[in-house]
C-alpha cells in the first residue's frame, strides 16, 4: 500500500468571502510501512495537511491516492491528537475498544486485540482505569492504542507529544518508534521539533511558512532500530541542522514581513 499525496492545495474561505490560502501543491507520496514527519512553521498548514489525508477536511485541488489497498476491511487512517481526545467516562479498555465495539465485533474479539495493544503500548496492569487517573504520556499510549486497535493502513499523528513534560516526551518517541516497528504500518508525524522529527522519521518533509509549500523531502539514513544512541552519531546533528536552515529563514521572513 502506497499513499499519494498528489498536488493538494488548500484555501479556506470564512463567511465574509476572505480567504485564507493554506496550502500551495503538496505533492509527496508514504510508502508501505514509511515513517515519515512533516516539519514546518507554525500556522503552515501541517493539521490542515492532515485533516485532508484522514478524510476530516476537504482539498480545494488535488487529491489523496490510496493504491494497491490489499485488506479492504481496514480504515485507510485513524488519528492520534494533541490534545488525548479519550473518551472520559470510558477506562482505558473501553476506550481502546470503542471503534472496534463500533464495528459490531464480538467481546472475544475485541478481548484478543485490546490485550494485543495493551501490551504493545505498555499499558498492562491499567486497564480498568480512567482517563483523569493517567499521566500525560500513559493517555497519549491510550490514544496510540485505540487508533491502533482500528488497524488503520496509515496512522495520522498531529504532534501527538507537544502537551507532555520534556523527559516523557522523549520516553515516548523511544517507545513511538519500537511501536512503529512492530506493527510494520506507515505513520505520517506532525510536528515543530527538529531533533523529534530525525529520530523518528525515514524521511522528512520540510514545508515553508504559510501557504505551506514543500522545501524539501530529507531522507533520513540513519540506522534502525533508532535508540537514545542515535543523537551521539555524527550523522544526526547533520541532519538536524540542514533541517534548521529552512526552518531559520521561513522564521527570519515572517520577522521581516511584520516590521
Ligand atoms: N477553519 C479554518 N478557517 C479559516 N482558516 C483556517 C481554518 N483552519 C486553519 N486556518 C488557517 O490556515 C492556516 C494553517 O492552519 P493549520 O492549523 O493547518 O496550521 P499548522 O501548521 O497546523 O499550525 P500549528 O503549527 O500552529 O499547529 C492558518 O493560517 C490558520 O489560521
Ligand atoms: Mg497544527
Redesign the pocket.
Known amino acids: 500500500m502506497r499513499v499519494l499525496i498528489d498536488h493538494i492545495s488548500k484555501t479556506?474561505t470564512?463567511r465574509r468571502g476572505g480567504q485564507?490560502e493554506?496550502?500551495q501543491g503538496i505533492h509527496f507520496d508514504i510508502e508501505e510501512n514509511e515513517f515519515v514527519v512533516i516539519v514546518?512553521?507554525?500556522?503552515?498548514?501541517?493539521?490542515?495537511?492532515?485533516?485532508i489525508i484522514a478524510g476530516l477536511l476537504s482539498s480545494s485541488s488535488g487529491q489523496v491516492i490510496f493504491e494497491g489497498v490489499r485488506n479492504d476491511s481496514s480504515p485507510y487512517t485513524a488519528v492520534v491528537f494533541q490534545d488525548f481526545a479519550l473518551f472520559p467516562w470510558r477506562t482505558v479498555y473501553k476506550n481502546i475498544v470503542y471503534g472496534l465495539e463500533e464495528k459490531g465485533m464480538n467481546k472475544t474479539e475485541q478481548s484478543v486485540i485490546a490485550q494485543k495493544y495493551i501490551s504493545l503500548v505498555g499499558l498492562q496492569g491499567f486497564e480498568q482505569k480512567y482517563p483523569h487517573q493517567l499521566s500525560g504520556g500513559m493517555k497519549q499510549r491510550v490514544a496510540i492504542a485505540r487508533a491502533l486497535a482500528n488497524d488503520p493502513l496509515l496512522l495520522l499523528m498531529?504532534?501527538p507529544f507537544s502537551a507532555l513534560d520534556a523527559q516523557t516526551r522523549v520516553l515516548m518517541q523511544y517507545e513511538l518508534s519500537r511501536i512503529w516497528e512492530e506493527t510494520q504500518k506507515s505513520f505520517l508525524y506532525?510536528t515543530?521539533n527538529i531533533q523529534e522529527a530525525v529520530f523518528l522519521g525515514d524521511r522528512v518533509v520540510v514545508?515553508s511558512k504559510?501557504p505551506?509549500r514543500i522545501l524539501d523531502i530529507v531522507k533520513i539514513d540513519l540506522s534502525r532500530p533508532r535508540r537514545e544512541d542515535l543523537v551521539a552519531q555524527e550523522g544526526y546533528l547533520k541532519y538536524v541542522d540542514w533541517i534548521w536552515g529552512y526552518i531559520k529563514d521561513q522564521a527570519q521572513e515572517t520577522l521581516r514581513e511584520t516590521r
Do not use: F, V
Open positions: 479556506y470564512d485564507t493554506a496550502l514546518g512553521p507554525s500556522g503552515c498548514g501541517k493539521s490542515t495537511l492532515l485533516n498531529d504532534e506532525i515543530h514545508l504559510r505551506g
